[in-house]
């Protein structure tokens, strides 16, 4: 099969692989992979020395089997509708995998914002969500954005802002976008969500002794020697969690360049490095190389993939020699590469599983905008109340007393991000194990995305005859 499939023709073929192994018609399962609507809009933009600029941006609303739909906005001059509709169809999976009730969405800007100053940036985000308000492609019970390749919370704020004050008093219109700063309704913990979700999915994967031993490794992340590549939002705070919890970042790859070193660096030091000096160039605790791509084939344990798709092809491969490749990323390999790795050994956990901890907190932080209070608000200092009287009663009973600080940690009350960092786990740990357990009942003949397709085609299926549309 040849290597050049469009990126939406390669989840088609996920998609239809997992089929196979399903019971649904064929009807059905058309039904759920088309692409229920796709806005293109073009729009102009007056640049700060007065020229005029036409942007192209789209937002595609993968499936309304339930209402809102939800996924990132990008800012990628690479971006295209076929790529948007890829996305918006990964999201519908990656929401039934970790039990939030969206469908898949989402949105891309052809720019590189590194052409553009602050200012043209805000006029080009607020104009973009006027665009998607006047086709009620965006708000709280229907289209829902988030953060992705190139925005954050600066362009989520303005998002809000912008539909906050076209929404007339709309109560709930802070729910309209997540990932916004915390002033904004945003919810602790979103920022680095989806690097953690991925620390913990593969915490997950190397937690299992018989799956380890398959690959020649023995189980738990203490030691593991890690790349990662891209080093945003889901690339730093996978590196941060990853070594927090024992591994080695031993290299960090960006666009312009990768430092390495098998002692492995600290991750703090390099951030602090790149934004102070804007590249990699010169840092005295590695080794810099010019070739970012070939580095992805550098001897490891773990590969981390979180820069954009299409990184691993069948053209590279057969030179990768990560024993474990974590998605952090969407679509970073390809349909072919996937087939390979798979007869390879390579255990890949997909990114339709390993980077859904973005949209989880998001629901959380949707959850929260729509309650209009703070997770942990009414219980935390009730609880904090209880335990202590428990702990005086034990301390009466026993005769002793503990130091505050231990007294304190024994007995504080949960805030917003121990809530939510704690739902996150919890989330990623059963969704694995779900999926773990598609491939068990498949003999382990499969591959964690194609048990994975299997897990979430199995709940959009079911959504659907639970609705009575395929009676
Ligand atoms: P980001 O813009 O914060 O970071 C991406 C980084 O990749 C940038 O630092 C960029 O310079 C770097 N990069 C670009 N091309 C590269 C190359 N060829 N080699 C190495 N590095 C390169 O974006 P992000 O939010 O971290 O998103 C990264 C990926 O994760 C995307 O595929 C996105 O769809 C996916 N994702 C993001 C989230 C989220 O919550 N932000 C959630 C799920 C999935």
């Given at each position: 099969m040849s290597e050049h499939i469009s990126f939406s023709k390669q989840v088609e073929l996920y998609v239809d692989r997992a089929a196979e192994l399903t019971p649904y018609p064929q009807g059905l399962i058309d039904q759920i992979r088309i692409t229920?609507?796709?806005?293109?809009?073009?729009?102009p933009l007056k640049r700060d020395d007065g020229s005029i600029e036409?942007?192209?941006?789209?937002?595609?609303?993968?499936?309304?089997?339930?209402?809102?739909?939800?996924?990132?906005i990008r800012f990628s001059e690479h971006a295209d509708q076929d790529e948007v509709i890829a996305l918006a169809s990964l999201m519908t999976y990656k929401c039934a995998i970790v039990d939030v009730p969206y469908g898949g969405g989402k949105g891309a800007i052809k720019i590189n914002p590194r052409n553009y100053s602050k200012a043209e940036l805000e006029r080009i985000t607020r104009r973009y969500t006027y665009e998607l308000v006047q086709k009620n492609f965006i708000g709280p019970g229907v289209d829902v954005p988030a953060p992705d390749y190139g925005t954050g919370e600066k362009e989520m704020a303005w998002i809000v802002d912008t539909y906050s004050s076209l929404s007339n008093g709309e109560l709930d219109s802070a729910a309209c976008v997540t990932g916004k700063p915390i002033s904004e309704g945003g919810i602790h913990g979103r920022r680095e969500a989806t690097g953690r979700g991925v620390m913990f999915g593969i915490r997950e994967a190397c937690a299992n002794v018989k799956d380890m031993k398959r690959i020649g490794l023995k189980a738990g992340l203490d030691g593991k020697k890690v790349v990662i590549q891209g080093f945003g939002n889901v690339g730093y705070h996978s590196a941060k969690f990853l070594a927090e919890e024992g591994a080695q970042i031993i290299a960090i790859l960006e666009y312009d360049g990768a430092i390495h070193n098998e002692k492995g660096v600290d991750i703090e030091d390099v951030f602090q490095f790149r934004k102070e000096n804007g590249s990699f160039k010169n840092y005295p605790g590695a080794t810099f190389?010019?070739?970012?791509?070939?580095?992805l084939e550098l001897p490891c344990d773990i590969l981390v993939p979180a820069a954009l798709e299409n990184q691993i092809t069948s053209e590279?491969?057969?030179?990768?020699?990560?024993?474990?490749?974590?998605?952090?990323?969407?679509?970073?390999?390809?349909y072919k590469a996937a087939e390979e790795l798979h007869k390879k050994g390579v255990l890949v956990i997909p990114d339709l599983y390993l980077n859904a901890g973005g949209v989880t907190v998001s629901y959380f932080e949707w959850l929260k905008n729509l309650s209009h209070i703070q997770f942990g608000r009414m219980q935390k200092r009730f609880e904090e109340g209880s335990n202590r009287k428990i702990l005086s009663k034990v301390e009466e009973l026993t005769g002793k007393v503990l130091d505050p600080e231990e007294a304190k940690y024994l007995t504080e009350g949960p805030s917003e991000l121990a809530l939510v960092n704690s739902g996150l786990?919890?989330?990623m740990i059963e969704a694995y194990r779900s999926i773990r357990e598609i491939q068990a009942k498949h003999d382990d003949k499969i591959d964690l995305r194609r048990a994975a397709f299997i897990f979430a085609l199995d709940k959009v299926a079911n959504s659907y005859y639970m609705r009575g549309i395929f009676p």
């Open positions: 229920n609507s796709v806005y293109q809009i073009q729009f036409v942007i192209q941006a789209w937002r595609a609303e993968h499936s309304h089997h339930i209402r809102p739909v939800k996924g990132g190389l010019e070739d970012t791509r070939t580095a590279n491969a057969k030179r990768i020699q990560a024993k474990i490749i974590g998605e952090g990323a969407n679509g970073p390999t390809t786990e919890e989330t």
